[in-house]
């Protein structure tokens, strides 16, 4: 059974930063895509970053150029590093696998709430 436990969000400022970490009990996880998805009250799921094992990267439109997706192979763990936050990225942030269908259970993820 995998487990993802995210972490790290909180209550941010307008044009604030956070740092969002993803801890992944798996196997070789270095031979995985991996991405962040959020979700929005009232909104379906969405893919905001991946980065697949050779570290290519992509970004959704909404948040090109403000975030950036990293992973530490040696910690099992993938990152989300948000700046430049606004209150339209309110929302539960998960990880997960990346470019398939077969995910794994996701986790509890973690609110990220901005407002002044």
């Known amino acids: 059974q995998v487990q993802l436990v995210e972490s790290g969000g909180g209550l941010v400022q307008p044009g604030g930063s956070l740092r969002l970490s993803c801890a992944v009990s798996?196997?070789?996880?270095?031979?995985?895509?991996m991405g962040w998805y959020r979700q929005a009250p009232g909104k379906q799921r969405e893919l905001v970053a991946t980065i697949t094992p050779l570290r290519d990267i992509n970004y959704s439109d909404s948040v090109k150029g403000r975030f950036t997706i990293s992973r530490d192979n040696a910690k099992n763990t993938v990152y989300l590093q948000m700046n430049s936050l606004n209150p339209e990225d309110t929302a539960v942030y998960y990880c997960?696998?990346?470019?398939?269908?077969?995910?794994?259970?996701w986790g509890q993820g973690t609110q990220v709430t901005v407002s002044s």
């Open positions: 798996v196997r070789f996880f270095n031979a995985y895509a």
């Open positions: 997960n696998r990346a470019l398939t269908n077969a995910k794994w259970d």
